[in-house]
């Protein structure tokens, strides 16, 4: 069966603004059981920041690293149906899907030094559409080093090959991140194989016990090419899309709750095929504060000024304000935004929007997490003007503590709302019942 959908022009132009619907979603979507292993402690206390996942004794995925060399593996299955696998209401047809995914991570924590690599396949099967099957991998890794109390060395990297087909875009470039998303739109088109890769190293020095300054250089690539003969895929389409960025940000803790910020930014885009390039600076100052109870704050506002030959610098500005309290058992998140990108190869697009989610475990077997988030998003020509709405909602049981089998529903709105002729329309209902078992951590010195 040929699965690849005709699509016109301007289709991408849609599609791009699903990309910006829901990149700031993402923290609203918590479908991973894998990342939410059981928690012992059930007394509900406050998390420090060395319990956060990501930092000090913490995975990112949430568990606990041995002292020095490590390695913990898990397995997940999940079987789903989905009532509208082409993510078109226009061609509507549903089919149920067999994921196969899992994780091997290699982590060290030692004194002075953490650093932790994780590799995650994941196959995807459908029973009907069976040329739709395809597979993912990422690899992800984070580096951390304290050469002194003052001076630290940091050093991330990320890279995933994934399909266009099965996926929505935003799923698909989101992962590790080109910030402000310039690329050649066709790139969304079916029938495509994504790689993805970035990389960031830095180094951060505490000036004072209360002033820090951090300087990282960032670069990101992004390769596409083609799967089968695909007629109506642009050859521009296979374009090498590529970015670099120097970022200076410095914080100051006015005491023991209050930290306010400030960044720059400098940041360079181009593209191999056609070759385009554009400069976009990028300012920044932020404000967060520590509320009783472990309830925070934030706030996060600035312009950014976007150059490209030929035409006149373009101004944009955002904000961010967030509300959020996470404990051991459980917590919460809520935020409202209002992005904007100009100076793209293709139309500028503003965007505003919300995003919640919450999570709490019941007992000591039972975990459950919900997720929703709405955008707008808006193009400076008025032609095209996008509706997302999703949510999530999950609840786990875990029979043991490696062992937990977890029932999963998810739900996608996007709409245009301003019509075109190639517009797409998608409403979309997945529910899944799975499990997920971690083998546990093999640790040696």
């Not at 310039?182 to 000036?207: C, K, P, Q, W």
């Not at 306010?260 to 095929?273: A, D, I, K, M, R």
């Not at 008025?382 to 709405?389: A, I, P, Y």
């Not at 999530?392 to 709409?415: C, D």
């Amino acid at each position: 069966m040929n699965t690849n959908m005709n699509m016109k022009t301007p289709l991408p132009l849609v599609l791009l603004f699903a990309v910006l619907a829901f990149i700031p979603c993402a923290s609203a979507q918590a479908d991973d059981p894998a990342a939410t292993p059981a928690q012992t402690d059930t007394q509900g206390q406050e998390k420090t920041d060395d319990e956060e996942p990501g930092r000090g004794k913490i995975s990112e995925f949430g568990q606990t690293l041995a002292k020095f060399w490590s390695v913990s593996s898990a397995f997940q299955a999940t079987q789903s149906f989905d009532d509208n696998i082409f993510m078109a209401n226009s061609f509507r047809k549903s089919d149920t899907v067999s994921k196969l995914s899992g994780r091997i991570t290699i982590a060290y924590r030692g004194q002075h030094t953490r650093f932790e690599a994780s590799y995650l396949p994941e196959f995807n099967i459908y029973q009907r559409y069976d040329a739709l099957n395809y597979a993912t991998h990422h690899y992800v890794q984070t580096f951390r080093h304290d050469f002194t109390r003052r001076l630290e060395l940091h050093w991330n990297v990320s890279a995933s090959q994934a399909p266009s087909r099965g996926n929505l875009p935003f799923k698909l470039v989101n992962f590790g991140g080109i910030r402000f998303n310039m690329y050649s739109l066709e790139a969304l088109t079916e029938g495509l194989d994504i790689f993805h890769g970035s990389n960031t190293v830095g180094v951060s020095y505490r000036l004072s016990p209360r002033w820090k300054l951090t300087a990282d250089l960032e670069g990101a690539a992004s390769h596409f090419s083609m799967r089968g003969s695909s007629s109506n895929i642009s050859p521009v389409a296979k374009d090498v899309l590529y970015s670099t960025a120097f970022n200076l940000k410095t914080e100051y803790s006015m005491n023991a709750r209050q930290t306010l910020g400030f960044s720059v930014s400098e940041t360079y885009f181009g593209s191999v095929s056609p070759n385009e390039h554009q400069h976009l600076q990028q300012f920044r100052v932020s404000f967060s504060q520590k509320l009783p109870r472990n309830y925070s704050v934030h706030l996060s506002v600035g312009p950014g000024v976007s150059e490209r030959g030929g035409t006149d610098p373009q101004v944009s500005t955002f904000f961010e304000a967030g509300l959020q309290k996470q404990q051991t058992r459980g917590g919460f998140a809520f935020s409202v935004h209002r992005s904007s990108q100009v100076g793209l190869l293709q139309d500028s697009v503003t965007g505003y929007g919300m995003a919640a989610r919450t999570n709490l475990n019941i007992g000591r077997k039972w975990v459950t997490n919900w997720g929703a988030c709405y955008q707008r998003a808006e193009g400076a020509s008025g032609v095209h003007q996008l509706e997302s709405l999703s949510g999530n909602g999950q609840i786990g049981y875990h029979l043991s503590p490696r062992l937990m089998p977890y029932l999963n529903y998810r739900y996608i709105h996007q709409k245009n709302l301003a019509p075109t002729t190639s517009s797409r329309n998608v409403d979309r209902n997945e529910i899944a019942l799975g499990f997920v078992f971690n083998f546990g951590v093999i640790a040696g010195r």
